[in-house]
């Protein structure tokens, strides 16, 4: 019994010394809900986006819905001129999850469905389908003031092409004949590369 009551004081002691200490890690801003909107795709893509996090000490949640994007021609590809390809997405959604480094800044990953609408050849040909993505990135916050909760979250990631639900492609080419019996191709993979993201952000409770 002795030795029990000694574990028990043992285990009592260090939980109260774990406790002590425990402030001194907490990161700023833990345990604090945030809402943003990305910039890039009002002024480059249209449309609109909205995103929400948690973040915890040490981890960071999210989920962000983009809707009416469209892509411009001037980055396009040489192939996409070639088919006149105009190209919709609808919307896009997913969540994430990452790690917070410091206070300000975290590695993270994000899962994305795609709806995408693409007309090719001025109308001979018209694709409407989901596509998957996942993109590993870095996310670095800062504050307009001490005493405010608004800020600009800047972001790059790498959207890497999971798949697509378009059956019988040649990998990630969907190959059709045109109105003059030409074997044409698209490549179905538009969602993936680089990105770089800014985003208007408010934390709630941000001082608190």
């Not at 990630?172 to 993979?189: H, Q, V, W």
């Amino acid at each position: 019994m002795k030795v029990f009551n000694l574990i028990l004081l043992c285990f009592c002691a260090a939980f109260a010394s774990a406790q002590d200490r425990t402030p001194k890690n907490i990161k700023p801003f833990s345990n604090k809900f945030t809402l943003g909107t990305d910039l890039v795709q009002p002024f480059f893509l249209g449309g609109f986006n909205i995103n929400a996090t948690y973040t915890t000490n040490n981890f960071i949640f999210d989920w962000s819905h983009g809707v009416g994007l469209s892509l411009p021609d001037n980055i396009l590809t040489d192939e996409q001129e070639a088919l006149d390809a105009e190209i919709e997405i609808v919307w896009t959604t997913g969540p994430g999850v990452g790690y917070r480094l410091t206070k300000n800044l975290d590695a993270r990953v994000d899962f994305k469905i795609h709806r995408n609408e693409v007309d090719l050849l001025k109308g001979e040909q018209f694709l409407d389908y989901n596509s998957y993505t996942a993109g590993p990135g870095v996310f670095y916050r800062f504050y307009l003031g001490k005493n405010t909760g608004f800020g600009l979250e800047l972001s790059v990631r790498y959207w890497f092409e999971l798949g697509n639900e378009l059956d019988n492609l040649d990998g990630s080419d969907f190959e059709f004949t045109d109105s003059n019996g030409n074997s044409r191709s698209f490549d179905t993979n538009i969602n993936g590369g680089i990105g770089a993201n800014i985003a208007l952000i408010y934390t709630f409770g941000k001082n608190k």
